[in-house]
T-cell receptor
Framework: SYELTQPPSVSVSPGQTATITCSGD??????AHWYQQKPGQSPVLVIY???KRPSGIPERFSGSNSGSTATLTISGTQTLDEADYYC?????????FGSGTTVTVL | EVQLVQSGAEVKKPGESLRISCQGS????????VGWVRQRPGKSPEWMGI??????????SPSFEGQVIISVDKSINTAYLQWSNLKAPDSAIYYC?????FGSGSQNYGIDFWGQGTTVTVSS
């Protein structure tokens, strides 16, 4: 089955840039989507189709996807960006979610 | 305002059956797919399958085919997820979700709305 691998954790200082990677076989040939999930809450879509932001998502969230890696970038990270982040792509009849990355802002 | 309102938490014993629900409002219910996503504690979400309310077309993820039944009643804007023989590993939060489409095509915009989740606990 298809796997999407993310680093378990990323730490960033307030105001700095957080970079979260998502690796999968030929992921660049697929669309990658990204979700933010805070404790006790439902996930929220922050990037769709590699680099598009849904309405209401701050401009500091951006994305890219090439080769075997999709990347979510949070510029000027704020404390309220502390959360788990999951990538997602379609493969073999199912939506596949990544292993998840916990972003800590300290 | 788009809302997906799910039924409340359930506590069941192994072997019991269960149906949980998800009612959509604030949008044209029959124009979007409604899916189900499982999330076990501390784990990543898992996509289970999806139904289109306009014609009840259903697609299951290979991992969940035969394990659950997805259905919809468009007359009351409600989708369902049901089990006939619950097991302890079915304990999880189940989210209903909205998608314009799914698959590898350009109409897959990801999951744009999520319900609040239904916690299912299966324990003897």
């Amino acid at each position: 089955s298809y796997e999407l691998t993310q680093p378990p954790s990323v730490s960033v200082s307030p105001g700095q840039t957080a970079t979260i990677t998502c690796s999968g076989d030929r992921l660049g040939d697929k669309y990658a989507h990204w979700y933010q999930q805070k404790p006790g809450q439902s996930p929220v879509l922050v990037i769709y189709q590699d680099n598009k932001r849904p309405s209401g998502i701050p401009e500091r969230f951006s994305g890219s996807n090439s080769g075997s890696t999709a990347t979510l970038t949070i510029s000027g990270t704020q404390t309220l960006d502390e959360a788990d982040y999951y990538c997602q792509a379609w493969d073999s009849g199912t939506e596949v979610f990544g292993s998840g990355t916990t972003v800590t802002v300290l | 305002e788009v809302q997906l309102v799910q039924s409340g938490a359930e506590v069941k014993k192994p072997g019991e059956s269960l149906r949980i629900s998800c009612q959509g409002s604030g949008y044209n219910f029959i124009a979007y797919w409604v899916g189900w996503v499982r999330q076990r504690p501390g784990k990543s979400p898992e996509w289970m399958g999806i139904v289109h309310p306009s014609d009840s077309e259903i697609r299951y993820s290979p991992s969940f085919e035969g394990q659950v039944i997805i259905s919809v009643d468009k007359s009351i804007n409600t989708a369902y997820l049901q089990w006939s023989n619950l097991k302890a590993p079915d304990s999880a939060i189940y989210y209903c979700v909205r998608q314009v489409s799914f698959g590898s095509g350009s109409q897959n915009y990801g999951i744009d709305f999520w319900g609040q989740g239904t916690t299912v606990t299966v324990s003897s």
